[in-house]
Nanobody
Framework: QVQVVESGGGLVQAGGSLRLSCVTS????????MGWYRQPPGKQRELVAR???????EYADSVKGRFTISRDNAKNTMFLQMNSLKPEDTAVYYC???????????????WGQGAQVTVSS
């Protein structure tokens, strides 16, 4: 079974920074992509950033230039560096992995439990 676990959320003032981490476990044959999503209070979950490789990343317009997604494959960890945080970034942030499991070769779409990020004005 593949699992992903987020950490690093918290409370920060506007203009501050936080770094989220997502550690994956389980037997993975291949990773199609990993990503960060967020769900603000009373709103639907939305894509924040997605990474296929170090040179193939995607960001929501609202976070471009402020957030950076990265992966450390040796440590099975994905990061989201969040700078210049704004109150509208307040949300529960979720880690997602889409890939193929080993040895079944079945598709896996794993979600973490979420990490709360609160930005005060």
């Amino acid at each position: 079974q593949v699992q992903v676990v987020e950490s690093g959320g918290g409370l920060v003032q506007a203009g501050g920074s936080l770094r989220l981490s997502c550690v994956t476990s389980g037997s993975i044959f291949s990773v199609t992509h990993m990503g960060w999503y967020r769900q603000p209070p009373g709103k639907q979950r939305e894509l924040v950033a997605r990474i296929i490789s170090s040179i193939n990343t995607e960001y929501a317009d609202s976070v471009k230039g402020r957030f950076t997604i990265s992966r450390d494959n040796a440590k099975n960890t994905m990061f989201l560096q969040m700078n210049s945080l704004k109150p509208e970034d307040t949300a529960v942030y979720y880690c997602n992995l889409l890939g193929i499991m080993n040895p079944t070769m079945r598709r896996v779409d794993a979600w973490g439990q979420g990490a709360q990020v609160t930005v005060s004005s």
